[in-house]
C-alpha cells in the first residue's frame, strides 16, 4: 500500500484507480456484525441498503441485478448466531406492448386507493 501511495504522490498512478483500491479494501474488510449474517438473495452486487429507521427491523436492499428485497433482521430465533430471511423481493419486471393509456390508468388507480 505504501508503494501505491507513493506512485500516486508522485503523478504515477490514477486517482481514480486510488480511490477504487481503497473504496475495495474497505469493503472487503468491513465486518457489520459478528453474530448476524443475511441471506443471499441478489445474484449481482448491492447498489443500496437501507434499515428502517423507528424499529431499526427491517432492511431493503436494492441490487444491480434489478431486484428489491425486504428482509427482516430480528432475531426471532433466539439464537446467538443467526441468519436474517428475506422477507420478500420484489424482481424486475418487464412488460411487452404496454400502452401509455395502460401504464396512466393503473398509476391512477393506484393514486386513487391511496
Not at 428485497?69 to 406492448?97: H, I, M, W
Amino acid at each position: 500500500m505504501l508503494s501505491f501511495l507513493s506512485s500516486r504522490q508522485a503523478g504515477l498512478e490514477d486517482p481514480l484507480r486510488f480511490r477504487r483500491a481503497e473504496s475495495t479494501r474497505r469493503i472487503l474488510s468491513l465486518e457489520l456484525n459478528k453474530d448476524r449474517d443475511v441471506e443471499r438473495i441478489h445474484s449481482s452486487g448491492v447498489n443500496t441498503l437501507d434499515v428502517e429507521p423507528i424499529e431499526g427491523r427491517y432492511m431493503l436492499s436494492g441490487g444491480s441485478d434489478g431486484v428489491i428485497v425486504l428482509y427482516d433482521l430480528e432475531n426471532s430465533s433466539r439464537q446467538p448466531y443467526y441468519t436474517c430471511k428475506a422477507v420478500c423481493s420484489v424482481g424486475r419486471c418487464v412488460f411487452e406492448n404496454v400502452t401509455n393509456e395502460f401504464v396512466n390508468s393503473v398509476f391512477a388507480s393506484n393514486a386513487n386507493h391511496e
